[in-house]
């Protein structure tokens, strides 16, 4: 099976590392059939020190400082240190099961043609899950399932980066991460690895799913509120946009009237008369409402995203032609 270089990325959560990497250390795979790769992205707590502890109990870890912030462009110096054939992402307040990196491994061997692999992701809530999320809404606390069954993903629909294995010879001809997307900072936009699972796709090799590749992902506390979880669907809004001018790299400017308008027609249109027609019918439930602001926030920020690409293209790499 290939050999696979676990990649954490993480800045100022010393304890949620802690867990992460604990969740490495009794993996069904053999020792040297792994090593993992910290990559630091200028902590100014105890993260170094949290790594330094688990030398000797994790297999093959080693930790790298990198002071430019952002997770792709972290993400990408832990490309840069693997040694692996099969580059294995997880978050840094995420969980591996102890079968994660034998079932990735397996994967990949299974398929050949497979550049990307991702799995299920289940949330662990510091307590009771609040009444308000619902299947709908849970994807933004990056839950997924996407069943029983072994099955090729199709875009737009791509694994999560919470979950995710990469072959390293095909990151290497697609390139990596964009650092267009991703969180930076205190920004939450998203979509840098369904963009490189798009070109990844795009090169004619396949994504899938493997039903039995699993983690546990945290719900940090700070995020468990209303107010998180609307902020996280306004950037996800954002993202969409951003992300089309990504993998276009160049785009018309009647394309982005056209996704602002849409977007600002379903920003009226898809959440609140269902809704309503919900509460008519006596048929709604406690996240019915946060579920329609959900929608309603993310069709309106991609609105505000593509009328800023629209009339604003200055500083942006991916300019709108005239």
């Not at 994660?100 to 990949?108: D, G, H, P, T």
């Not at 875009?155 to 290497?172: K, W």
């Amino acid at each position: 099976m290939p050999r696979v270089s676990v990649l954490v990325c993480t800045r100022d959560r010393a304890p949620w590392l802690e867990r992460a990497l604990d969740s490495l250390e009794h993996q069904s795979i053999g020792d040297d059939a792994f090593e993992v790769i910290v990559v630091d992205n200028s902590s100014s707590d105890d993260t170094r020190s949290v790594v330094e502890a688990a030398v000797g109990r994790v297999p093959g870890l080693r930790y790298v400082r990198h002071d430019v912030i952002g997770l792709s462009a972290a993400r990408n110096r832990a490309i840069e240190e693997a040694r692996g054939e099969v580059y294995a992402i997880l978050d840094d307040d995420a969980v591996a099961s102890p079968t994660w990196l034998e079932v990735m491994a397996a994967a990949f061997e299974r398929h050949a043609r497979a550049g990307a692999i991702g799995g299920r992701i289940e949330l662990i809530w510091p307590g009771p899950a609040p009444a308000w999320i619902s299947e709908e809404t849970a994807p933004l606390y990056a839950r997924f399932d996407g069943g029983p069954v072994e099955r090729e993903f199709r875009f737009p629909h791509m694994p999560f980066g919470t979950n995710l294995g990469l072959r390293a010879d095909i990151v290497e001809k697609v390139g990596g991460f964009s650092t267009e997307l991703g969180r930076v900072g205190g920004s939450l936009i998203s979509g840098e690895e369904a963009e490189l699972c798009f070109r990844i796709a795009t090169a004619g090799y396949l994504v899938m799913y493997e039903p039995d590749l699993q983690v546990g992902h945290h719900v940090l506390p700070e995020r468990v509120s209303r107010r998180w979880l609307l902020f996280r669907s306004f950037e996800q809004g954002r993202t969409r946009a951003i992300a089309q001018a990504v993998r276009r790299e160049r785009t018309t400017r009647a394309a982005w009237l056209r996704l602002m308008l849409t977007s600002a027609a379903q920003t009226l249109f898809a959440g609140p008369p269902s809704l309503l027609l919900k509460i008519l019918t006596l048929q709604a439930r406690g996240a019915d409402v946060m579920d329609a602001a959900v929608r309603s926030t993310m069709t309106f920020a991609c609105a505000v995203e593509a009328g800023r690409y629209l009339v604003d293209p200055r500083g942006r790499r991916y300019a709108p032609e005239t």
